[in-house]
C-alpha cells in the first residue's frame, strides 16, 4: 500500500514539541512524556514523538550549546528557533520512515550479518564517548532513558540499514571518466577563475573649480606629474574629486570584463602600470591606471577530476536513494500522523 496522509486523525503539529527551550531543546524528554504520541507507522511499527525527539537530540544538544546568551523573550528569535526544530524534527520523522523501510527489506531478504560487527562498532563508539570506559557509556545512556539492550539493537538496526543501502545502492554506482570529463566541459566555467584587475582613478569635476582654465591647468598638471612619474596613489589623494581619493583612488578588485568600456579604450592594454591619457566622461576627466593584475587560469581536468567525480557520485546516490525509497514505499504501508 503507498504513503497516505491523513492530518485528521490525529493533528500532530511538531513545532508543539519546540514547546519551552528550558526543557526540550537539551535533550529528549521522558520517553513517558512522549510515547503516547504516534508520529507514524510503518507496516506494522509504529515511529513515537520519543523516537524523533531521540532521534533529534544531537541537534537539538547543539541547538542549545548556540543559543546560549539569546534573549529568547524575543518573540521572532524565539519563533526562528521553534522553526528550525520544527523542521529538523519533521526531516528525523521521514528519515525514521525511510529507515523502517529499509530495515524490512533487509528482513525480508533474509540477510544477516556476523553480531562481531555489531560488537566492534558498539566498541568504537564507547571508545569515542568515553575513552573505552563500558560502565561509564551504559551510566550514559540510563541517564538518556535507555539501556545497552535497547542501544545494541539500534546499532543493529542501523548497521542493517547501512549496509543494505550499500548493497542495493553504493555498489552499483560506477562514474566514468567519460561522465567526469563531459561534466567538466559543460561546466567549464565553474572551474575557471577570470582575470582580475585592481583599478585606480583620478577624477576633476569642473565645477568643483572657479573656472574652465584652472580646470585645464590642474589636468595638465596631473598628466605632467604622472608622465614624470609622481605615485599615483598620493595624487589621487591631493586632486581627485571621487570618494576613493581617500584610498588613494583604489576602485577595488574588478573582473576584467567588468571594466567600464570606456577605461578600456583608454587604456589600450590592460596590463599592470597602465596609465591611461585624461579621458572625458559625462564632463569630467579620468586618469585611470592599472594598478595590479591577475591572469585568469582554467584549472584543468586533472585538478578537479577526484572533486567532480565525488560530486557526481553524491548526486547519483541521492537519486538512486530516493528512487529506491519509492519502491520500497509502494509496496509497504505507511501512514503518517503530522502535517508539514
Known sequence: MSLRKNPNIIYFILVNLAFSFGNAI????????????IVAVVND???TVYDVAEYNAEFERNLKKSIAGLDLDDTAKHQKLVNEINVHRIKAAHNLVNEKLIYAEFKT???????ELVDKRIDSIVMSYTGG????FEEMLLESNTSITKFREKIKRKLAVDLLINQSIDRN?????????????????KYSEPSR????????????????????????????????GVDFSELAKQYSHDPSKKNGGELGWLDKSDIRIEFKDALGEIKKGAVSDHLILNGSTYFVKVADLTEGITHPVGDVYDEIKKNLYRTAKKKRYESYIEELRSKAYIRIFFQE
Open 26 to 37: 537539551s535533550s529528549p524528554a521522558r520517553e513517558q512524556e512522549y510515547t503516547d504520541g
Open 45 to 47: 511499527e509504529v515511529i
Open 109 to 115: 531478504k533474509g540477510y544477516q550479518f556476523p553480531e
Open 133 to 136: 570506559d563500558r560502565g561509564k
Open 173 to 189: 554506482i560506477k562514474i566514468s571518466p567519460y561522465e567526469v570529463e563531459t561534466y567538466y566541459k559543460e561546466n567549464i566555467d
Open 197 to 228: 584587475v585592481l583599478l585606480q582613478i583620478i577624477m576633476v569635476i569642473p565645477d568643483e573649480l572657479n573656472n574652465r582654465e584652472e580646470f585645464e591647468k590642474r589636468v595638465k598638471t596631473i598628466s605632467d606629474e604622472i608622465k614624470n
